[in-house]
């Protein structure tokens, strides 16, 4: 799977952006999604999860109830609506793929490039 991000950029504290994260390479549908943090200086976190067919969803604590993460399978895309942006949330933002199976061996993990999110104060 080729996972390639999009729409980061600069926004103001308290305001929105949505990334994208387009996937091209194998059956979409077959993936659990997530989108992962890092921040500068600081290990690469996960801050939120969706299944495969978009019907379950998670997120870290921190951002639960200002972002959103949703996917539309048509259009092999998984996003993240970050509404209530605060400066914490400044980090380069990663979009991963894992396959969903019960099978570890199968269980294979992409990652794409990163896009980079700064929110000023």
């Known amino acids: 799977v080729q996972l390639q991000a999009s729409g980061g950029g600069l926004v103001q504290a308290g305001g929105s952006l949505r990334l994208s994260c387009a996937a091209s390479?194998?059956?979409?549908?077959?993936?659990?999604m997530a989108w992962f943090r890092q921040a500068p200086g600081k290990e690469r976190t996960l801050v939120a999860w969706i299944r495969w067919d978009g019907e379950d969803t998670q997120y870290t604590d921190s951002v639960n109830g200002r972002f959103t993460i949703s996917r539309d399978n048509a259009k092999t895309t998984v996003y993240l609506q970050m509404n209530n942006s605060k400066p914490e949330d400044t980090a380069i933002y990663y979009c991963?793929?894992?396959?969903?199976?019960?099978?570890?061996?199968?269980?294979?993990?992409?990652w794409g490039k990163g896009t980079l999110v700064t929110v000023s104060s």
């Open positions: 991963k793929a894992k396959r969903n199976a019960l099978n570890k061996k199968y269980q294979y993990e992409y």
């Open positions: 390479g194998r059956t979409f549908s077959d993936y659990n």
